[in-house]
């Protein structure tokens, strides 16, 4: 299973981004999904997950109403919008996949990761 972030970018602080990630190996719909950010010397953290059919979903109070996330089952993609973007959403963003119905908040139950995409939000 391989996992490919993209849609990072450079954007002033107020602006938006979409990040995608495509998963390709294993049909896409056995998959929750997430997306987790790390901030340089920090830890990576939850930002948001989707469910296997896209029914729910679940977000970090820190994007709360600032971001959505969904997902695209017959293009294989899931996709995270980050609308009024602030500097301190500065991070590689990861996606990452889970073999099982629901989304988590923890890291280490996600089964494999992207390389990840560079999202800079200037001031």
């Known amino acids: 299973v391989q996992l490919q972030a993209s849609g990072g970018g450079l954007v002033q602080a107020g602006g938006s981004l979409r990040l995608s990630c495509v998963i390709r190996?294993?049909?896409?719909?056995?998959?929750?999904m997430g997306w987790f950010r790390q901030a340089p010397g920090k830890e990576r953290e939850f930002v948001a997950a989707i469910n296997w059919s896209g029914s729910s979903t679940y977000y970090a109070d820190s994007v709360k109403g600032r971001s959505t996330i969904s997902r695209d089952n017959a293009k294989n993609t899931v996709y995270l919008q980050m609308n009024s973007l602030k500097p301190e959403d500065t991070a590689v963003y990861y996606c990452a996949a889970r073999a099982d119905y629901s989304g988590s908040y923890y890291i280490y139950r996600y089964d494999y990761w992207g390389q990840g995409t560079q999202v800079t939000v200037s001031s």
């Open positions: 190996g294993r049909p896409f719909r056995e998959y929750a």
